[in-house]
T-cell receptor, first 121, second 115 residues
Framework: DAGITQSPRHKVTETGTPVTLRCHQTENHRYMYWYRQDPGHGLRLIHYSYGVKDTDKGEVSDGYSVSRSKTEDFLLTLESATSSQTSVYFC????????????????????FGPGTRLTVL | AQSVTQLGSHVSVSEGALVLLRCNYSSSVPPYLFWYVQYPNQGLQLLLKYTTGATLVKGINGFEAEFKKSETSFHLTKPSAHMSDAAEYFCAVRTVLTSYGKLTFGQGTILTVHP
């Protein structure tokens, strides 16, 4: 299994408080992702990173920010948590396998962390 | 842009019966397709993937899937269900044009296996 840890694994917080979730990898993979999982919605991409200090928004980025100061760490911050952000959050990693003449990522899979269950009261 | 539809949010089978989980995709270019499994309170694990080449793909735990371009489908099957197969299954897609390895996931199918 890929070495991916998430912390904390469980957190209960109150509306309006800031929350930071951490994803740590030991695989030296270039790409990292944050998803949230909600019933009936599958996994939805919040933010992703394609290198140190290189991040971009996913489909549900409102209310979230990220930072990546080292290859191995990708932080997700909820600046002011709301009840709608109660969810299970997953971090994932992947690494591009360059195809000849292409700068786009290859077709390797993503590896997932164990998840963080966040409850906002 | 690509999309994925999983038909049936819940599927229930008896132990020993055929498992069939349906996935249809939409993509204007050839897709790369993935099936992931999630056991309770765990992260997602890759079951199998289709990239290029053989359209029948075999994965772990006896699962397989067939890429059918004409039907834009990538259904997951297993000849004989085990109790341990009870989990949630996700189909996902990306293409050669998708930047940074991003995946688009279906909504998931919960598989229940009855004794």
């Amino acid at each position: 299994d890929a070495g991916i840890t998430q912390s904390p694994r469980h957190k209960v917080t109150e509306t309006g408080t800031p929350v930071t979730l951490r994803c740590h990898q030991t695989e030296n993979h270039r790409y990292m992702y944050w998803y949230r999982q909600d019933p009936g919605h599958g996994l939805r991409l919040i933010h992703y990173s394609y290198g140190v200090k290189d991040t971009d928004k996913g489909e549900v980025s409102d209310g979230y920010s990220v930072s990546r100061s080292k290859t191995e760490d990708f932080l997700l911050t909820l600046e002011s948590a709301t009840s709608s952000q109660t969810s299970v959050y997953f971090c994932a990693i992947s690494d591009p396998k360059m195809r000849t003449g292409s700068l786009l990522g290859g077709y390797n899979e993503q590896f997932f962390g164990p998840g963080t269950r966040l409850t906002v009261l | 842009a690509q999309s994925v539809t999983q038909l049936g949010s819940h599927v229930s089978v008896s132990e020993g019966a055929l498992v069939l989980l349906r996935c249809n995709y939409s993509s204007s270019v050839p897709p790369y397709l993935f099936w992931y499994v999630q056991y309770p309170n765990q992260g997602l694990q890759l079951l199998l993937k289709y990239t290029t080449g053989a359209t029948l793909v075999k994965g772990i735990n006896g699962f397989e899937a067939e890429f059918k371009k004409s039907e834009t489908s990538f259904h997951l099957t297993k000849p004989s269900a085990h109790m341990s197969d009870a989990a949630e299954y996700f189909c996902a897609v990306r293409t050669v044009l998708t930047s940074y390895g991003k995946l688009t996931f279906g909504q998931g199918t919960i598989l229940t296996v009855h004794p």
